[in-house]
């Protein structure tokens, strides 16, 4: 048997580009890869075993080949409005795709069993396959006269407009292997002893076996492997339901191997974990062709010039869109352990650097971005009471005035108190225009910085007591570690301290005057900010609403230090009367 590439360097291109790409003849032998001493026990008996890699096709699934050429013989195909199939997951997502690719071909639609996991919905939604679901039995025989097939080829003879292309009984199916898949391991194992795949619609390992048997050796052994009874790997089927099968597959398959759902998915994990990269189905093929070695050993068997046993199993398609049942059907125990799970508790609302702002951005939203130099102090320092004043004073002259009582009483160190109550208040009561953001009561509207922006100071009482941007409320949380992001406990404990607080405060909860209010977060270490603008904004989220949170990159002692070097605050109280 001859096989020749005409595209050895792999290019498509023009017009038909994409009709190139899917054929076989156009492109070079699928790889063809021995497995290593670790995943075959009878290696050390001169066993070698190959995986064959029908997922490198185009559509990276065994379905590929039958799909193109169910498609390119039917004479309806390519006309038909809608191209309906029997299939949950590769034949049809192939269909769905390569009519795509060669016609533009819009409406090919899967008939689902309404068993089928979200997720396996999810991806045939994603190639753009349409989906109408079916009850009952979730594998119907296809010769059954009230089962989906029947259905199906009933609706196709009524509707002129459907095609049904009928995987099941579609020699085109089994002809595309005996087409294209046996020509290439003919070339790439001359000496091939033992043929393995499981069996779906039985296409693959009809097709190719019996074109290797009939022009390669009549000596090579095909090995089918089944689903146990009521013990479903998505793709391969129980014998019983595929025994009625119109295919010439009793011509063709040696024997038959059955193999839990369980020892699937295990072999298919560790054949992935070696790079051979395949889903459930490869994983029952390698384990039921191992099986079959060890119950029936290799006595008989054809050997190459070496004397060597080959053999050579079909991995089918990939294991992404298994995952939920990989984790479903193997202990937790084989897989390896998430360090820091802690983590998967807390600080779960994403982050983006857009809210992280510089001291000019953050001044910029205060007063309003462009404007000049604010011409009131932004910073209230005080060291007994906190007294925003509408003109500056000398740090004698503020001592020596009558000073006005905050909205939370008394700042100075002496007087520290929880605010998380009066914070409360003023978050669920204030309206945008209201002057009760601002921590001090003043004789003067205008001495406000602007009410449209509310900001929250998370710093120690102690800290924020010594100086504070005006307006702000301050819900003090402990101090922590510099970069406490580097240490996961850190991460945990900070996050429930400050959930907890925001919840005692109410600052969780979205207010309406939040829809247009923007939220400046201001700490001390300069990434406590940046997890409280995470989870303010992924509290409104969560109730489809959007909050704008931002934060003082740095922290305060940034922002202090830039306001400063600009003559605001220039008289910061240093905390000695």
């Excluded at 022009?215 to 009874?229: A, E, M, Q, R």
């Excluded at 290799?298 to 080959?310: S, W």
Aim: net charge negative.
């Amino acid at each position: 048997m001859a096989y020749t590439n005409p595209n050895p360097l792999n290019v498509f291109s023009g017009p038909d580009s994409l009709s190139n790409y899917f054929d076989p003849e156009q492109n070079p032998p699928l790889p063809l890869v021995e497995l290593p001493a670790a995943l075959n026990p009878f290696r050390k008996d001169g066993v070698r075993i190959y995986a064959k890699m029908l997922t490198a096709l185009p559509a990276q699934n065994v379905k590929s080949l039958p799909a193109l050429e169910m498609l390119k013989t039917s004479p309806k195909a390519r006309t038909a409005k809608r191209i309906v199939e029997a299939s949950s997951g590769s034949t049809v997502l192939s269909m769905g795709v390569i009519g795509r690719a060669l016609w533009g071909h819009e409406g090919v639609e899967a008939w689902v069993t309404n068993k089928k996991t979200r997720e396996s919905l999810r991806v045939l939604r994603f190639f753009g396959v349409g989906i109408s679901l079916y009850g009952g039995l979730a594998q119907q025989e296809p010769s059954d006269p009230k089962g989906i097939m029947a259905r199906l080829r009933r609706k196709a003879r009524e509707e002129e407009e459907v095609c049904y292309l009928g995987q099941y009984d579609n020699d085109a199916n089994w002809q595309s292997h005996y087409n294209h898949t046996a020509p290439q391991l003919a070339l790439q194992m001359p000496s091939l002893s033992v043929l393995c795949s499981t069996i779906g619609t039985g296409g693959c390992i009809t097709g190719t076996g019996r074109c290797l048997k009939s022009h390669l050796s009549s000596d090579i052994k095909v090995v089918g492997v089944c689903n146990v009874f009521g013990d479903p790997t998505p793709g391969p089927r129980h014998f019983p339901g595929f025994e009625s099968s119109p295919f010439p597959w009793r011509e063709t398959i040696d024997e038959f191997v059955s193999v839990k759902s369980e020892d699937s998915f295990r072999m298919s994990m560790r054949l992935s974990r070696y790079g051979i990269i395949c889903g459930p189905s490869s994983g029952e093929a390698l384990h039921g062709l191992l099986e079959w070695l060890r119950e029936n050993g290799t006595e008989g068997l054809k050997r190459d010039e070496r004397g060597e046993v080959n053999c050579v199993f079909l991995c089918a398609d990939l294991p992404y869109q298994y995952m939920n049942l990989y984790y479903q059907k193997l202990g937790e125990e084989e897989f390896p352990g998430i360090r820091n799970q802690c983590l998967l508790e807390v600080d779960q609302d994403p982050y983006d650097e857009r809210w992280f702002l510089t001291p000019e951005q953050a001044v910029d939203m205060l007063v309003g971005e462009g404007a000049g130099k604010y011409d009131l102090e932004m910073l209230c320092m005080v060291p007994s009471s906190c007294a925003c004043t509408t003109t500056r004073t000398s740090r004698t002259s503020r001592q020596e005035q009558q000073p006005v009582e905050g909205m939370f009483g008394d700042c100075s160190p002496g007087a520290v108190s929880d605010i998380s109550e009066s914070a409360s208040t003023i978050f669920s009561s204030a309206s945008p225009s209201s002057s009760v953001y601002s921590v001090a009561t003043t004789t003067s509207v205008e001495s406000q910085l602007p009410s449209m922006v509310k900001v929250i100071d998370v710093r120690p009482r102690a800290e924020f007591v010594k100086s504070h941007l005006r307006n702000a409320v301050n819900i003090p949380l402990s101090a922590t570690k510099e970069d406490f992001y580097g240490d996961p406990q850190a991460v945990y404990e900070r996050w429930k301290e400050m959930n907890a607080a925001f919840k005692e405060a109410g600052v969780l909860d979205h207010r309406d005057e939040d829809d247009e209010r923007q939220t400046l977060v201001v700490c001390l270490d300069g990434d406590s900010g940046k997890m409280a603008a995470s989870m303010l904004r992924g509290a409104s989220k969560k109730i489809g609403k959007k909050r704008e949170v931002f934060c003082t990159d740095g922290g305060w002692g940034v922002l202090e230090g830039w306001l400063r070097r600009r003559g605001y605050g220039d008289d910061v109280w240093n905390g000695v009367d």
